[in-house]
Nanobody, 126 residues
Framework: VQLQASGGGSVQAGDSLRLSCAAS????????MGWFRQASGEEREFVAA????????YYADSVKGRFTISRDNAENTAHLQMNSLEPEDTADYYC????????????????????WGQGTLVTVSS
């Protein structure tokens, strides 16, 4: 599956952004979708993941309660709604697809996600 992320931008602390990930080339509903982020000089980290049907989702503790992951299997898209953005959320955000689901957020592994979109930059100013 090919993935293309979009929706990044420069915002002020407290603002919202909605990232989108458009998928093509395979049956979207057979993939778990995830969002990850990588700040400058840091390792890529897990943000959120959603199951094949969208019935389950996991979040990193740092974004829980502020970010919401969703998907529309009819439109082959996944979204990350980001509210109450903080300067610490500044990073390149990547969407990715995988096959495995998890028992908890701490089980999520980057290596489980085989396809990645290009990053979309989110910059949050204080």
């Amino acid at each position: 599956v090919q993935l293309q992320a979009s929706g990044g931008g420069s915002v002020q602390a407290g603002d919202s952004l909605r990232l989108s990930c458009a998928a093509s080339g395979d049956t979207f509903s057979t993939y778990v979708m995830g969002w990850f982020r990588q700040a400058s000089g840091e390792e890529r980290e897990f943000v959120a993941a959603i199951s094949w049907s969208g019935s389950s989702a996991y979040y990193a503790d740092s974004v829980k309660g502020r970010f919401t992951i969703s998907r529309d299997n009819a439109e082959n898209t996944a979204h990350l709604q980001m509210n109450s953005l903080e300067p610490e959320d500044t990073a390149d955000y990547y969407c990715a697809s995988g096959r495995s689901w998890y028992n908890s957020a701490t089980d999520v592994r980057l290596s489980d996600f085989g396809s990645w979109g290009q990053g979309t930059l989110v910059t949050v100013s204080s």
